[in-house]
């Protein structure tokens, strides 16, 4: 069943309260079991309120979630959460919409057709178990675990250690995770030697410069940023955004500089060039704390320019106007705006890392940081600690699982591409299709919609096709589960046990205790408990790797360890900052627990545990180079270049290097290749339009389109309903004869959609934008038949180093609709 947007209005007008939930007539557009719609019947009962997690996005927002009855009706922020303090976005506001989703998957199923047929058998949970089991068994007997491969989303903490746990004692090293935020911290391991993502001292800060770095809609907790932007009038703060297109973060800022897709480098150098050619830079931090900055000798006595020479050479005003589209001027006023501002934040996301140089991009972008001093310093960046977890119990192997971990991985690239990485979804397809350097026997997919979300979707899905066991955990079948030939059902969030902790880029040391607040309404399973099942029919070593319980039991292992540090404090209404670090320091216990169930349940009554208080760190830990140094000239990317030339061998040096440069799609030379430079995108010079997606707050990847509400509010900045447009600036409509509203076909090298057109002054001339989460052809009724997915036609082009995709390397044109 399909349901249009008239259709929905008029059932969702009609309902209201409890009503709205299920039942008298509206069955079809919500779903309640049928003893909690008795409840419901009988009136007006008991009032109970819950603290769990939102996980409708990665963004770790604490909620609170009121019930009737024991039957849950309406959701709020929790206001003592530190990550959102309240807060709440349009997702988390109506995640009862997935609980209550008529589409959920309420028992295993077995495909009985072709993927896409929709012709599913429903199963026993034991006849599940055992196909899987079976086929595990067997071809660990065979020596062949390593032919299994687990890949999840974006799951962490808890869920990513049990996934993890079970694929080493079972004997595979083939545990990726397909994410949009997969890969994102390559780049500043290249220079700081470690790949955790900064967090930023918004609240002390005097300006924020972002590049394409959408942190109010697209980043990694947008309610914890929208909060810290909430102070900027009291606190003086300045924000300046640099991207293509307005979105909700440059709407927000105090300026907004358009620049051509596939640029910010070559801004990022731009305004380098004045910072040291003005001397607007911490002298003093580069000197002491960065390598590779002035020209320098190596041991062999080579000479080499450094990162200053590169600069000053090439980076100049007027060449980097010419790349960028932005005036020189400006770009002289952005640099000593930033180089006598007294406390500045330098960050990027994506446009800065979703394209083919993302990670050159990035190394520019954070090298501002370096030439500011940022590190560690009040109104900088700095990195957060991990919680103190209780240890799990220690993972034992046998030969099957010694000899299975020992294989290469099966997604590692076959040739030169994407060297800095163990994974990215275009080798792995590539392997598995070409059986490389095995068959593939066995995919468990957790979540997530790589098929949806990735550019190759013709051979991801024929790769799909070729895996004789594919195995999907979820609540809906989406596109990617479509192929899926057992579909084991999982609990919604609302439903099951999780630990999340350490929200990339929050401030803060955190977790937070996910637990349900109703029973499972079908018969569904958490994940973790499917793996314990799995391990115990396994047997062995692998189900002496597992002896737990319970899911549940893990966490409060996990718990135990955080209880018995004394460090940081479950979260209250007082318990701020200064009053934790004055007690901390005297050696006391913020909480007073008479045991660590009474920790676990103040963790559970309050939604989770604070540590803002970070401990010291040397600097060689907050640089882990060779050299314990922020690297403008990048060690590690020299070693990794350099072991791709001992693996070609047979040729001189100089020869490997260029092949290998020229495979690698780098255009640098010399010292430049391992300093930040701009690489130019391969565009295709023949398209005229650059062709930019966004994501927007009711649908984040894609997975707000099952939730009927989000598809009302999908195009709410633009009053689209239900559907996707295309954004274009009047000067580029007025070129082609395109007026508002009108239709149009949006072509690439790759296909062509027809969209409706939205004229306006927010976006560059000769750049358009499609909001990326609609044109699903699976996902639900709600999600199904509506809007247009401008990833099908994206080139299948990636990051050079990284493998991430490049969803801002497509070129296009337009034409209207005759």
Not at 187 to 202: E, K, T
Not at 234 to 255: F, H, K, M, V
Request: glycine share 8%.
């Amino acid at each position: 069943m399909e349901i249009k947007r008239r259709d929905f209005l008029k059932l969702f007008s009609a309902a209201s309260g409890a009503v709205i939930l299920g039942g008298c007539g509206f069955d079809d557009t919500f779903a309640l079991p049928d003893e909690l719609l008795e409840k419901l019947k009988k009136g007006p009962g008991i009032e109970t309120w819950k603290n769990t997690v939102c996980r409708l996005c990665p963004g770790g927002c604490g909620i609170r979630v009121r019930l009737i009855d024991d039957v849950p009706v309406y959701v709020k922020g929790n206001p003592i959460h530190p990550v959102n303090q309240g807060g709440m976005c349009p997702l988390g506001l109506n995640a009862l919409h997935l609980l209550y989703n008529p589409d959920r998957v309420r028992s295993p199923l077995k495909r009985t057709g072709k993927p896409g047929e929709g012709k599913w058998q429903q199963i026993s949970w034991d006849e599940a178990l055992k196909t899987i089991s079976d086929a595990l068994v067997k071809l660990r007997n065979e020596g062949k675990a390593h032919q299994v491969s687990f890949l999840g989303h974006n799951e962490h903490g808890l869920m990513h250690e049990f996934i993890a746990r079970f694929m080493k004692a079972y004997g595979s090293p083939n545990y990726y995770q397909f994410s949009s935020f997969q890969n994102d911290g390559i780049a500043y391991s290249l220079v700081q030697g470690h790949s955790q993502i900064p967090s930023y001292d918004f609240l002390n800060a005097t300006l924020i410069l972002s590049f394409g770095a959408n942190f109010l809609e697209e980043g990694y907790s947008p309610i914890y940023y929208t909060k810290l932007y909430s102070h900027h009038q009291d606190r003086g703060t300045r924000y300046i955004q640099i991207e293509p297109r307005i979105s909700l973060t440059a709407a927000n800022a105090d300026r907004w500089i358009p620049l051509r897709p596939g640029t910010y480098g070559a801004l990022a150098l731009g305004i380098a060039y004045v910072l040291i050619r003005e001397e607007l830079y911490d002298a003093e931090f580069v000197r002491t704390h960065t390598h590779g900055f002035e020209d320098w000798t190596d041991r062999s006595g080579e000479k080499h320019l450094g990162f200053k020479s590169i600069v000053l050479g090439n980076y100049y005003p007027e060449r980097v106007s010419e790349i960028t589209g932005v005036s020189s001027e400006t770009i002289l006023e952005i640099a000593r705006e930033v180089g006598v501002a007294q406390r500045v934040v330098v960050l990027g996301d994506q446009g800065t890392i979703d394209n083919t140089n993302g990670t050159f991009t990035l190394m520019a972008v954070h090298s501002l940081n370096a030439l500011l001093g940022n590190f560690e310093k009040e109104g900088g960046i700095f990195f957060i600690d991990v919680p103190p977890f209780g240890k799990l119990h220690t993972i034992l192997d046998d030969v099957a699982a010694r000899t299975g971990n020992q294989q290469k991985p099966i997604a590692r690239p076959p040739d030169d591409t994407f060297p800095l990485t163990h994974f990215s979804i275009e080798s792995f397809t590539k392997n598995i299709l070409a059986d490389q350097p095995y068959p593939l026997s066995v995919l468990f997919l957790y979540k997530g919609n790589p098929l949806f979300q990735t550019l190759n979707q013709h051979d991801f899905a024929k790769a799909l096709t070729k895996i004789p066991l594919v195995v999907s955990f979820d609540s809906v079948i989406n596109e990617t589960s479509e192929y899926a030939h057992l579909l084991l059902p999982d609990h919604t969030f609302l439903e099951a046990w999780e630990e999340i902790s350490n929200v990339p880029s929050v401030g803060f040391s955190h977790l937070s205790i996910q637990q349900p607040v109703v029973a499972p309404f079908y018969d569904t399973k958490h994940t973790g408990d499917v793996l314990l099942e799995l391990a115990k029919r396994i047997g062995g070593t692998v189900a002496a790797s597992f002896p737990f319980e319970g899911y549940q039991e893990a966490i409060k292992l996990r718990m135990k360890g955080v209880y018995e540090s004394g460090e940081g404090a479950v979260v209250s209404e007082g318990m701020k900052k200064l009053w934790l670090e004055y007690l901390q320091q005297r050696g006391w216990h913020a909480g007073r627990y008479e045991s660590f169930e009474g920790f676990w349940d103040q963790l559970l009554e309050r939604g989770g545990w604070w540590n803002p208080v970070r401990k010291q760190r040397n600097w060689n830990a907050i640089f882990q180079t060779p050299s314990g140094k922020f690297e403008f000239y990048s060690s590690k990317l020299k070693t990794a270049i350099e072991s791709l030339i001992k693996k070609d061998g047979g040729k001189s040096v100089s020869q490997s290097m260029e092949l290998i440069l020229n495979e690698l799609n780098i255009s640098a030379r010399g010292d430049s290749v391992y300093l930040p430079h701009y690489e130019p995108v391969p565009y295709e010079p023949d398209m005229p339009l650059y062709l930019t997606t966004f994501q927007v707050l009711p649908n984040r990847d894609g997975e707000g389109s099952n939730l009927p509400m989000m598809q009302e509010m999908f195009g709410y900045s633009r009053r689209q309903w239900w559907r996707s447009w295309v954004e274009i600036h009047p000067e580029t409509a007025a070129m082609y004869g395109i007026s508002d509203e009108s239709w149009v076909w949006v072509e690439s090298s790759v296909g062509n959609l027809k969209v409706q057109v939205k004229i306006v002054p927010g976006i560059m001339s000769h750049v358009i934008a499609i909001p990326f989460g609609m044109g699903h052809t699976s996902y639900g009724r709600y999600a199904k038949g509506h809007g247009v997915n401008p990833y099908s036609i994206m080139r299948n082009l990636y990051d050079v180093l990284s493998g991430k995709p490049a969803l801002e390397a497509t070129k296009v044109r337009i034409s209207p609709v005759s």
